[in-house]
Structure formats: structure tokens, C-alpha cells
């Protein structure tokens, strides 16, 4: 009786050793979703270099092997599928307390700038309370609080973070205008010009790839206080066997990018100059702490 029950432990070990490891699950079923237009416009299609998150998601799908289309699905709907148990992964997304709780994420597929906090130049400065010694924000909602008049343009489905998600969470509904996450650089400078909104949060990186050293509009930023320095973007799972078998061959692939010299290339080349030591350096770290 005892041998039946070691020997039933063995294999029970084994079935998940395998799952694990990807050996006996099947994950061909997997479907990459985002809802960045972009990806789904880019990636597997001749192309020109377009941004980091663009071109490091195609280096992945070439390590991988995936020659799938990525579809383009809302955020809030890929999440339900995931939960549901369905074949899904989200690509390049923030990490989170709550999104580690309920899924299972990849390592670092690419490296950002935390975002900053642009104010239309119209509008005076923030008033030296609002800021730390550094000049950083020290809430959000309290620099929206004192510019009652004012509105912020954000993404509608969009983790900038832990500290910074729930800075944005006490912001006055009726101060935040809300754009779908493909259309937010297209629509956010019309509504600056229009006169409709005076704060947007945008990452740098992605600043610079709409507008380059040009800016449409005259705008200021600020860093925020106590919010990482950098932030990375990763592949979003379930915690089914399957997607506990794809993440491991997704962190394999990643390793293997993090190897080559296209992968800082992948980000410098889309920052300005200022930028590109910083973010190389960060990057650096980064992955020497990982491997």
C-alpha cells in the first residue's frame, strides 16, 4: 500500500515537472491579444522599425516561433477571457500587485521611462507645495484638486503602476476624460489645442515617438515622487497549465533576446539623445540581476 502511494506521488510529481516544463502540454493553442493597435498592425508584417514595444514583441514572436497574428481585443476582455480558462495571453503589459495576484507574468520583455505628468504651458506652474525638494509630485490628485478647473486626458484601460493606479483612483471623475488606449496619442493634442483638458500622463518614450524634438503644443512635465524610475512590459498569462507551460518557454525566448545587442538597440533608438545612456544603463542592471 505504501509502494502504491509513493509510486502515485512519483507520477503525480512527474505529471507536473511536465506541465510545467511545457513537455507534455500542448501550447500552440495560445493566442497573444493586445489592444495596441500598432502590434496588431505590425507585428508578423513587412514593416519599418516603429517603436520598443512594437519591436521587441516582434523579436519574441521570432524567438518563439509564433506566426499567428496578434488580435487586437480590449484589455478588460482579455482579462475575462483569461479568467474564463481560455488560450490567451496579453503582450507588453506593467506589472502589478494585483494583476500578479490573478495571473501568471513573464520576465521583462522591454524597459521604459516611468511616465511623467505633462501640464499645457497656459496654465501657471505647480505651486511649490504640490512638489518634493526634488521638484517631483507628490500626488496627482492633489496637483488635479488644486487646478479644479483643469481635466487629465487618460488611457481607459491602463496600469501605470501600483503607486501611480492608485494616486489616479482619487481623481474626480468629472476631471478625467477617458480615451481608448489606440487612439489616445491621436486624440489627446487635439483636446490639449481644443482647450478641453490641461494634464495628460505619458510615458517619455512614447512622447518622443509621436511628436519627436517638435512639440505641437507647449507643454511642461514633471517626474513623480516615490514611482520607479523605469518600468517593463511583459507577457500576461492564466494560471492554467498550459499558460504556466507557454510563460516558461516565453521566459526562455526573452533570455535569449537579452543576449543579443538588437535588444537595447530596440529601445535606444527610439529616444533622444539625452535619453538613451540612461535607459541603456537601466537596462543593463536590469537584465544582469535577471540572468
Sequence with gaps: MRFIALLAVFLFSSLISGLVSGNVINTSSITFHTDDHNLTNRINQPHAPFSASVDTAQLLVDALGYDKPILEVSLKRSFQQIENGESVCVINKIKSAEREKKYTISLPLNF???QRLYQLSLLPPLAPELLNENGEIVSIH???DAYKASAIVLPETYSYGERVDDDLSNIDTKQVITLSN???????TKIFAAGKADFALIFPASFYRAFGDTKPIEMRSYAIANNPKFVSGHVICGKTPESLA???KVNEAIK???ATPIFIEAHTKYLPANSKQIIEHAIQQQVANIL
Design 142 to 144: 492633489k496637483v488635479l
Design 256 to 258: 535569449s533576446i537579452y
Design 182 to 188: 489606440p487612439t489616445f496619442f491621436s486624440r489627446f
Design 112 to 114: 521604459f521611462q516611468t
Design 246 to 248: 507557454f510563460i516558461e
